[in-house]
């Protein structure tokens, strides 16, 4: 089993700042691509941010500029600083993993629990 647990969110002010983290713990023998998803309500959940165990990165425009992710592969965590936040970035927030769980195993994604992001004006 695979778990993913967030860290960080909260209430913040527009133009202020936040950090979210997200651990992977259990049966890890690889992990992929980790990044964070949003969903704010009455909308579908949006990939935001991404980092490959390259290090290669994925910036929604939305977040371009603004967010930036971090990633240690030897700790299976991965970080979201989150900067200038807007009204518009209120949402709960979810880490998401993909998990090879043993060498011969397919790559699987896996979901942190959420957490909530809400930014006032």
């Known amino acids: 089993q695979v778990q993913l647990v967030e860290s960080g969110g909260g209430l913040v002010h527009a133009g202020g700042s936040l950090s979210l983290s997200c651990a992977a713990s259990g049966s890890i023998f690889s992990i992929d691509t980790m990044g964070w998803f949003r969903q704010a309500p009455g909308k579908q959940r949006e990939l935001i941010v991404s980092?490959?165990?390259?290090?290669?990165?994925y910036y929604a425009d939305s977040v371009k500029g603004r967010f930036t992710i971090s990633r240690d592969n030897a700790k299976n965590t991965v970080d979201l600083q989150m900067s200038s936040l807007k009204p518009e970035d209120t949402a709960i927030y979810y880490c998401?993993?993909?998990?090879?769980?043993?060498?011969?195993?397919?790559?699987?994604?896996?979901w942190g629990q959420g957490t909530q992001v809400t930014v006032s004006s």
């Open positions: 998401n993993a993909v998990v090879r769980r043993s060498s011969t195993d397919s790559y699987r994604a896996y």
């Open positions: 980092i490959a165990s390259s290090g290669n990165t």
